[in-house]
């Protein structure tokens, strides 16, 4: 499983890229407005940061508008993967620019009936909202496993399923059990993922009894160095 970061926040980004487990990154307009940055700026610093695919939103509604914009981020950088809304508009647009062998993540999607179109206009990921549909008493997970699903039973279909709008682990792991392809998750859900309190007391106790030995493995390492010399 793939895991991109939900954030327009560069430092959040160095920090997670620096773990070397970042595949990716997804920004949406109100990432954007909320990193108060102008776009390409923001756009272009990420792509310089994570080589993965970095989605990046276009604004208009209309596909020739869209398609402009398309060509500007794009120029930005060759990883930069662009976002259209599950309108026809938007998937419109993603088969022209699939055409052209841009990557496209189309955003929005609610519904598997949703993902099949994608999936036929040729998208490069599909992003059902899962937070997004719990927030009104459905169950998000059952969306991802119904496109998961839909998806396997088709060879041409390449689309991969990208699970967005994650408000916890649950949803990650969940998403994991059924084959979703990509995780975008928010950096503080990241940050939980390595959390465990049997860890952290597993590890005080390891380094407890450790200390007590008084032994240091790079001082001993020295020391059978110095004696082989
Ligand atoms: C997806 O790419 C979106 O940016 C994002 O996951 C939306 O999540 P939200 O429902 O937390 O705003």
């Given at each position: 499983?793939k895991f991109?970061v939900?954030?327009?926040d560069?430092a959040e980004i160095?920090?997670?890229?620096?773990?070397?487990?970042?595949?990716g990154?997804t920004?949406n307009p109100?990432l954007i407005?909320?990193?108060g940055?102008?776009m390409?700026d923001?756009?272009?610093e990420?792509?310089?940061?994570v080589p993965g695919?970095?989605s990046a939103?276009?604004?208009a509604?209309d596909?020739?508008t869209?398609?402009?914009?398309?060509?500007?981020l794009?120029?930005?950088a060759?990883?930069?993967a662009i976002?259209?809304?599950?309108t026809p508009?938007?998937?419109k647009?993603?088969?022209t620019?699939r055409?052209r062998?841009i990557l496209?993540?189309v955003?929005l999607?609610f519904s598997?009936?949703q993902?099949v179109?994608?999936?036929k206009?040729?998208?490069?990921?599909?992003?059902?909202?899962v937070?997004?549909?719990d927030?009104?008493?459905?169950?998000?997970?059952d969306?991802?496993?119904?496109?998961?699903d839909?998806?396997n039973q088709?060879d041409?279909?390449?689309t991969?399923?990208l699970?967005?709008?994650?408000?916890?682990?649950?949803?990650?792991?969940d998403s994991?059990r059924v084959g979703?392809?990509?995780?975008?998750?928010?950096?503080?859900?990241l940050?939980?993922?390595?959390?465990?309190?049997?860890?952290?007391?597993g590890?005080?106790a390891?380094?407890?009894?450790w200390?007590?030995?008084?032994?240091s493995?790079?001082?001993?390492a020295n020391?059978?160095k110095?004696?082989?010399?």
């Amino acid at each position: 499983m793939k895991f991109f970061v939900d954030t327009a926040d560069l430092a959040e980004i160095r920090d997670l890229a620096a773990t070397g487990l970042l595949d990716g990154v997804t920004t949406n307009p109100s990432l954007i407005a909320k990193s108060g940055r102008n776009m390409l700026d923001v756009i272009a610093e990420i792509c310089d940061v994570v080589p993965g695919p970095v989605s990046a939103e276009v604004t208009a509604t209309d596909v020739e508008t869209m398609l402009a914009e398309a060509e500007v981020l794009s120029s930005v950088a060759s990883n930069v993967a662009i976002k259209v809304p599950l309108t026809p508009n938007g998937l419109k647009t993603c088969k022209t620019l699939r055409d052209r062998d841009i990557l496209v993540n189309v955003t929005l999607c609610f519904s598997a009936a949703q993902a099949v179109l994608a999936a036929k206009a040729g998208a490069s990921f599909i992003s059902p909202f899962v937070g997004r549909l719990d927030d009104i008493g459905l169950r998000g997970l059952d969306l991802i496993e119904e496109i998961v699903d839909i998806y396997n039973q088709y060879d041409n279909f390449e689309t991969e399923v990208l699970v967005a709008s994650i408000r916890g682990p649950a949803h990650v792991i969940d998403s994991a059990r059924v084959g979703a392809h990509v995780a975008t998750v928010p950096p503080n859900v990241l940050r939980q993922l390595y959390q465990h309190p049997l860890t952290e007391k597993g590890l005080d106790a390891f380094l407890k009894d450790w200390e007590s030995t008084g032994q240091s493995i790079l001082e001993q390492a020295n020391q059978r160095k110095d004696a082989a010399e």
